[in-house]
């Protein structure tokens, strides 16, 4: 069990990878959960911290976890994406069997929520990111 959650989705937050690491080999799992639904590796793909995401996909957190709602891991990269401009993250989730094509609760999926951002860049990678899985 991880002593501290607060301090937990804080560093991950953050991106102060060998703090994660360390709480989480103290809590014996990568799918530790926010009140929210939130696991470290939502946290770090919504920030956009890269590192942290990779080592938390190396050491077997769930690149499809889903939050009560039904928000996947990939749909909050989606956000650091569209703020950052960065899609490493993205590239990082999909490389490692992210579901591109997820529905949430409320039946969207990740394109539905780039295209309500009008964000035409990041519709298109989603585009070309589901062309792909489909072959």
């Not at 939050?67 to 899609?87: E, F, I, P, Q, W």
């Not at 394109?111 to 989603?126: G, N």
Request: hydrophobic share 40%; net charge negative.
């Amino acid at each position: 069990m991880c002593a501290d959650r607060e301090t937990l989705f804080a560093d991950c937050r953050d991106g102060r990878l060998e703090s994660v690491l360390a709480q989480l080999d103290q809590a014996g799992s990568t799918e530790v959960r926010s009140p929210e639904g939130w696991t470290p590796l939502i946290v770090a793909s919504f920030h956009g911290k890269l590192d942290l995401a990779r080592s938390l996909i190396e050491r077997g957190a769930d690149v499809n976890a889903v939050n009560a709602k039904g928000t996947s891991v990939l749909m909050y990269a989606k956000s650091a994406a569209h703020r950052d401009g960065s899609y490493l993250v993205m590239d990082l989730l999909i490389g490692a069997g992210a579901d591109v094509f997820h529905r949430d609760r409320f039946g969207k999926d990740i394109e539905d929520y780039a295209r309500e951002l009008q964000a035409p860049s990041l519709v298109q990678y989603l585009v070309n990111a589901k062309t792909k899985a489909k072959t």
